[in-house]
């Protein structure tokens, strides 16, 4: 069932991932990935919520690949730092995580 959502999903919602496939409606699945990591505690002082949106490429997912977008990005360098599930990389200061395989 479809959620009507009053505010933007998204602060930066990508277009495209890094393998250039166009993302939309029925191409991406999104999942949300608590969390307790520097930009997740930021986000959530401005009633984001403690974790990470999580983004999937669908059409990398066919093909044997991996694209995930984390929205806010994910900080993996801090010790405190976890995502649950911890199943997505991330490069510290980047919004895109791309497992390129």
Same mark, same amino acid.
Do not use: K
């Given at each position: 069932m479809p959620?009507?959502?009053?505010?933007?999903?998204?602060?930066?919602?990508? /277009?495209? @991932?890094?393998? +250039?496939?166009e993302? *939309?409606? *029925?191409?991406?699945?999104?999942?949300?990935?608590?969390?307790?990591?520097?930009?997740?505690?930021?986000?959530? /002082?401005?009633?984001? *919520?403690?974790?990470? #949106?999580?983004?999937?490429?669908? =059409? @990398? %997912?066919?093909?044997?690949h991996?694209?995930?977008?984390?929205?806010p990005p994910?900080?993996? $360098? &801090?010790? &405190? $730092?976890?995502?649950v599930? $911890? %199943? *997505?990389?991330?490069?510290? +200061?980047s919004? #895109?995580?791309?497992?390129? =395989?």
């Amino acid at each position: 069932m479809p959620w009507n959502v009053p505010v933007p999903l998204f602060e930066h919602e990508p /277009e495209r @991932c890094p393998r +250039g496939h166009e993302l *939309g409606p *029925g191409r991406v699945h999104i999942s949300w990935s608590p969390c307790v990591c520097q930009p997740a505690r930021e986000a959530a /002082e401005r009633g984001r *919520g403690l974790g990470h #949106l999580r983004l999937e490429c669908l =059409t @990398c %997912d066919d093909e044997g690949h991996r694209s995930v977008y984390f929205e806010p990005p994910h900080d993996p $360098a &801090q010790p &405190q $730092a976890r995502l649950v599930p $911890a %199943d *997505g990389p991330s490069a510290p +200061g980047s919004p #895109l995580a791309a497992g390129i =395989t």
